[in-house]
């Protein structure tokens, strides 16, 4: 359909740009020549239309091959675009499968847990990491009152995030490496790629995720299995900006840690609780 349509603007732009070029031809010659009186000689029409054909011709001669060339770099852009969404859209595919053949079996409940159920209860599991249990009283605390300085902030939310998150990732490295690392190089991908909407694509990535995943990206991008390349790229592209708020810590994480992100995900956060 976009081709159809940029076939008719071409010759719709074609046709104007003809005949103004036949009219500012023939205003030229008219111009020169208004004083003399219409011939009703041959030899003089032959050389009026010598004179308008091979002005005209020159000038539509360039014209077809201007238009040739645009026609050309619009085609290969076409045809990259289809090249990359083929691309796009099969690692998406690949990485959604990922997901759906997961399955873990709980040794102690003897409970079977697959795909999107288990990354609920990996979600559960991660809140519980991070629950006061783990988090001393007292650093919870000054950080809530404000007590640190912003850089010296970051960096503390950052070694409290790793070393927690390790605790939660151990035994869990088949099952969540492989995932997120399919998830970094679609992004990657995009990153990289020669296309002018890049958002438009990581946005498609955005909605095929749901909060548990979200919840998880959000402290394996802060790691150390993320901080180096994936955090940014999450960071860049706001993929965390429809995560539902775990309570007063995790925004303070949010702002700190996820700088870019955070004001997007703070104006979907008072919208939706005002």
Request: no cysteine; aromatic share 16%.
């Amino acid at each position: 359909m976009i081709s159809n349509y940029f076939d008719k603007n071409l010759v719709a732009v074609f046709l104007t740009l003809s005949i103004t070029i036949l009219l500012v031809v023939i205003g030229f010659y008219i111009l020169y020549f208004h004083n003399f009186e219409i011939t009703s000689q041959n030899e003089d029409w032959g050389n009026f239309g010598s004179f308008v054909g091979g002005v005209a011709g020159a000038l539509f001669s360039f014209l077809t091959i201007l238009l040739l060339v645009v026609t050309f770099k619009k085609q290969n852009e076409s045809f990259k675009q289809s090249q990359f969404e083929s691309s796009f859209f099969e690692m998406l595919r690949l990485n959604r499968n990922l997901i759906e053949k997961i399955e873990y079996k709980d040794p102690q409940e003897r409970i079977n847990r697959k795909g999107l159920i288990y990354i609920d209860y990996l979600s559960e599991q991660l809140n519980q990491f991070f629950s006061t249990n783990h988090i001393s009283d007292n650093s919870r605390r000054q950080i809530i009152s404000g007590k640190f300085q912003k850089k010296d902030l970051q960096q503390h939310l950052q070694d409290e995030v790793n070393s927690i998150y390790k605790s939660f990732y151990k035994g869990k490295e088949s099952i969540l490496g492989h995932y997120f690392r399919s998830l970094y190089h679609i992004l990657k991908f995009v990153e990289e790629s020669e296309i002018s909407n890049k958002e438009k694509y990581s946005s498609f990535v955005q909605a095929f995720l749901t909060d548990s995943e979200l919840h998880i990206l959000f402290y394996n991008g802060i790691s150390d299995f993320g901080i180096d390349k994936f955090h940014n790229l999450i960071d860049k592209f706001s993929l965390l900006e429809n995560i539902k708020s775990k309570g007063e810590y995790f925004d303070i994480q949010f702002e700190n840690l996820y700088p870019k992100t955070f004001p997007k995900y703070e104006k979907k956060r008072d919208k939706y609780s005002s």
